[in-house]
């Protein structure tokens, strides 16, 4: 399993019926309520945004992530609450007065187009805003808000927002949609937009996780048209309360967030290689591999090959012919051999790879082999213990090595026993992760994963270019017998941006 993170391309929080832009304020606020203060905004707000998918997509056309194997991707939207860390936040007041709102509900939608479901996508600009405390109310200003604009950076009324997407470009409805579902406008009622997921809230400071997969792979295999984005809102009941006396609200991180924070779309696909050739068992599924390189390079066939199991006598092994491969990424061929057995074990066994072709040149089948073991020597039978101490022995990264973000690295590990000088570990489940450290916090970068493992050992790959610059540690889990062990930090290294 890997995972690929999507941020941003632009965001911007709009407020029921004024023209306020924030956009680039650190932090979204969706509330709803009442205050009763002319500079701040009575309402509520939606917020919306776009998702730079093309790095995503890129690496689909070049195989780095393929859905031929497993079981395709999995797309979660990660919004950090602003009020995660301290559960005295809970339940208390913003510094502008607003309560911090419990027991809410908000949905994620898509962007409708002109007419709905019907005519052309609604295109949007973020704007320059940051300031909230701008309440101008429907078409009009007052002369105070005329005066802070022009003397405020902060505060700006260009678009987008409650009624402009672009300078000369309106919304087919203010505020995007019709909360009350009264607009005669087919399509732009709350009840016409497009519902990508619902996430109850409790307490206020969850954290958003809106699963998009269905939505994103939609996009990505051409079945939908890529919409000029989605929002995020309260429920239209919790929009449409009357006679409130308070305002309620929740934050998160924004894209143009100064911390870690930031925003994003985590894609997670399995390209796990986990090749049996050196410890292959009868009975069981097992997984073999082929590796097509040229000049180092991996490149992909022009199709993919089927395998024949030969016995020992270099005999076709009955059922075991023209068995299907998937290519679980670019160049890595894998497949699946399940409930292979023979008289004498262990004995040698041969996995002939034939239909094999790179631009159109025919190349001649190719024969590797294996050692099918006994099913008993797969079992421990007793108490004997089976948990041992390791190490660990790294190529391909360098502790404290600054890395660019445009870089991907191969990180190879060898694991030995520890106290020993050279017994290599061949198969064992183990597992690394990614993370930063803000004090005595770890915040996870990547979760706990399986490393990949071939006859030549275990390895995982780096990609750092959807990482944001810091300071990161790598720790290793081994799992063995009643036992897991954890080494902590084992590989340390910084990214940095490229000028």
């Known amino acids: 399993m890997s995972i690929h993170k999507s941020y941003f391309s632009k965001n911007n929080t709009i407020m029921s019926h004024t023209y306020t832009n924030t956009a680039m304020s650190p932090y979204i606020e969706l509330f709803f309520g009442d205050v009763k203060k002319e500079l701040s905004p009575n309402g509520f707000s939606r917020f919306i945004f776009d998702l730079d998918l093309q790095p995503l997509e890129e690496k689909i056309q070049n195989k780095t992530i393929t859905t031929t194997c497993g079981d395709g991707m999995k797309h979660i939207l990660r919004m950090k609450n602003t009020s995660f860390f301290d559960k ?146 309260f429920k239209p009941e919790f929009e449409n309360i009357t006679g409130m006396t308070e305002n309620y609200s929740v934050g998160f991180f924004s894209r143009h967030t100064q911390t870690f924070y930031e925003p994003y779309l985590e894609t997670e696909h399995n390209n796990l290689i986990d090749d049996d050739r050196l410890t292959f068992y009868e009975k069981k599924n097992n997984k073999l591999y082929l590796y097509v390189n040229t000049l180092g390079n991996s490149v992909s066939l022009d199709e993919n090959p089927k395998v024949d199991i030969l016995d020992n006598s270099g005999n076709l092994v009955e059922g075991f012919g023209d068995i299907e491969s998937c290519e679980i990424v670019k160049g890595v061929y894998e497949v699946n051999i399940s409930d292979l057995t023979s008289d004498n074990l262990p004995c040698m066994m041969y996995d002939v790879w034939k239909g094999i072709k790179i631009d159109g040149n025919s190349v001649e089948n190719l024969e590797n082999n294996f050692v099918l073991n006994p099913f008993n020597e797969y079992l421990n039978l007793n108490d004997s213990p089976q948990n041992y101490k390791v190490s660990f022995n790294f190529n391909g990264i360098g502790m404290n090595e600054k890395l660019l973000n445009t870089d991907t690295r191969k990180v190879n590990v060898s694991i030995k026993r520890a ?42 790959v780096l990609d750092t270019k959807d990482k944001i610059p810091n300071e990161y540690f790598v720790d290793i889990k081994v799992i063995t017998d009643k036992e897991v062990n954890t080494y902590k930090r084992e590989i340390q290294f910084q990214i940095v941006n490229k000028k």
């Open 88 to 233: 005295e936040l809970l339940n208390d007041t913003w510094s502008n007065g607003r309560r911090r709102a419990t027991s809410f509900d908000l949905v994620l939608y898509r962007l409708p187009l002109t007419e709905g479901s019907q005519g052309e996508t609604q295109e949007w600009d973020e704007g320059v805003g940051y300031d909230y405390n701008l309440g101008n109310s429907n078409t009009t200003q007052s002369s105070s808000i005329k005066n802070k604009i022009l003397t405020d950076k902060t505060v700006s009324d260009r678009p987008s927002n409650w009624f402009q997407r672009q300078t000369i470009n309106n919304w087919t409805v203010a505020g995007i949609y019709d909360g009350t579902n009264s607009n005669v406008i087919d399509g732009l009622n709350y009840s016409g937009l497009t519902i990508i997921g619902i996430q109850h809230f409790e307490l206020g400071n969850e954290d958003i996780e809106f699963d998009m997969t269905d939505e994103i792979n939609s996009i990505l295999n051409g079945d939908i048209e890529r919409p000029s984005g989605w929002g995020i809102s």
């Open 419 to 460: 106290y020993t000088s050279n017994e290599i570990v061949q198969k064992i489940n183990v597992q690394y992760r990614i993370y930063v450290r803000e004090g005595m916090t770890e915040v996870e970068v990547e979760k706990w994963s399986n490393m990949n493992r071939t006859e030549h050992g275990y390895y995982f």
